[in-house]
């Protein structure tokens, strides 16, 4: 087991177009969550999953974003008509067991210009 | 909602020193606390946790953690650093379950010169 991993690692795009991230869970949890981290501040919650079931959003996931858990095992999490304020590093973590235990994927860095 | 404060955003220390990062947290009520370690340009790596049991808890790399419950706080300590531990440092709550979100500080740096 090789932990979380997400792709791309980074990802330059223009205002207004359309990105799509890939997270990979740690292969036996059942729980995935996303955050969203920008420059000097700690990562912000956005969304987490159980299984394939979308249980909680956060505020800061606007309309632009949506994530999805298809088969209850990767996530994607896709923005729409991109901003410059979407600029941050988006950050996937797993877990499983009766614990709160999270970890963390390595990020995609979105920069949007 | 749970809140966290970590009270110094860049603590500068010489290799060998003793270091504290201070964590406090809002909530009264049972929780869940993390420390986590960031590297540039990478992701959050677990360094320790408090889920109940003994106050004192140890963690990768030398480090442990304090719990006080009634000064809601939870520490970070390290009797030695090294160049290595040189990175972003943060502190974290939950609710006591899984599947809850976790709550962050916003992080202390921790420069260790020679």
């Known amino acids: 087991d090789t932990g979380v991993s997400q792709n791309p690692r980074h990802k330059i795009t223009k205002r207004g177009q359309n990105v799509t991230f890939r997270c990979d869970p740690i292969?036996?949890?059942?729980?995935l969550y996303w955050y969203r981290q920008t420059l000097g501040q700690g990562p912000e919650f956005l969304t987490y999953?159980?299984?394939?079931?979308?249980?909680?959003k956060s505020r800061l996931l606007s309309d632009r974003f949506s994530a999805e858990r298809p088969k209850g095992s990767f996530s994607t999490l896709e923005i729409q008509r991109t901003e410059q304020g979407d600029s941050a590093m988006y950050l996937c973590?797993?877990?499983?067991?009766?614990?709160?235990?999270?970890?963390f994927g390595p990020g995609t860095r979105l920069t949007v210009l | 909602a749970q809140s966290v404060t970590q009270l110094d955003s860049q603590v500068p220390v010489f290799e060998e020193a003793p270091v504290e990062l201070r964590c406090n947290y809002s909530?009264?009520?049972?929780?869940?606390l993390f420390w986590y370690v960031q590297y540039p340009n990478q992701g959050l790596q677990l360094l320790l946790k408090y889920l109940s049991g003994s106050t004192l808890v140890k963690g990768i790399n030398g480090f442990e953690a304090e719990f006080n419950k009634s000064q809601t706080s939870f520490h970070l300590r390290k009797p030695s650093v090294h160049i290595s531990d040189t990175a972003e440092y943060f502190c974290?709550?939950?609710?006591?379950?899984?599947?809850?979100?976790?709550?962050f500080g916003k992080g202390t740096t921790l420069s260790v010169s020679s």
């Open positions: 999953f159980q299984n394939e079931a979308q249980l909680e």
């Open positions: 974290a709550v939950s609710d006591p379950q899984a599947g809850t979100a976790l709550i």
């Open positions: 973590a797993s877990s499983g067991g009766q614990y709160n235990e999270q970890f």
């Open positions: 292969s036996e949890h059942n729980r």
């Open positions: 909530s009264s009520v049972s929780v869940y």
